[in-house]
């Protein structure tokens, strides 16, 4: 429960959340950080995307949690391109996808023969439409 959207979960998952949360109030400090950062995540406009990083520094700021402070400083090194992506909208998912499916046929193949063949099942296996 721990990892999943709050919005997700069932009204009584998110009492037990809570009361998880309220036996452990380090484990709620993270909590609250982890929601602020997938918040944070989830923005499409740049001045939203400030105020919640307003928001997540002074959450970090206010806890001795190393942990929470060493994330902070991840994101911080990563600002630049986290301000790109809300901007521009584009993610490169789509070619880490790619990539993968490439990488699992070719272990999957346990080497090839022949290129052309190789070639045209990586194409038919990256462009086949996906539904899900």
């Known amino acids: 429960m721990l990892t999943c ?5 069932s009204i009584t998952q998110v009492e037990r959340l809570k009361s998880i949360l309220d036996a452990d109030p380090e484990l709620g400090v993270i909590y609250a950080i982890k929601e602020n950062v997938r918040q944070l995540l989830k923005t499409t406009d740049v001045h939203e995307l400030q105020s ?3 928001v997540l520094e002074k959450s970090v700021k206010a806890t001795t949690i190393t942990d929470a402070k060493s994330l902070f400083r991840t994101l911080t090194a990563w600002q630049r391109e986290i301000l790109v992506i809300v901007r521009s909208g584009l993610i490169n998912a789509r070619w880490k996808a790619a990539n993968l499916t490439t990488k699992k ?4 193949g346990r080497g090839y ?10 194409l038919l296996q990256t ?3 996906r539904t899900c």
């Not at 959207?5 to 979960?9: C, D, E």
């Not at 046929?105 to 999957?108: A, C, V």
């Not at 023969?113 to 990586?122: E, I, M, P, S, V």
């Open 52 to 54: 919640r990083w307003a």
């Open 127 to 129: 462009t086949v439409l």
């Open 105 to 108: 046929l070719k272990l999957i």
């Open 5 to 9: 959207n709050l919005n997700n979960l």
């Open 113 to 122: 023969r022949n290129h052309g063949n190789y070639r045209l099942r990586l």
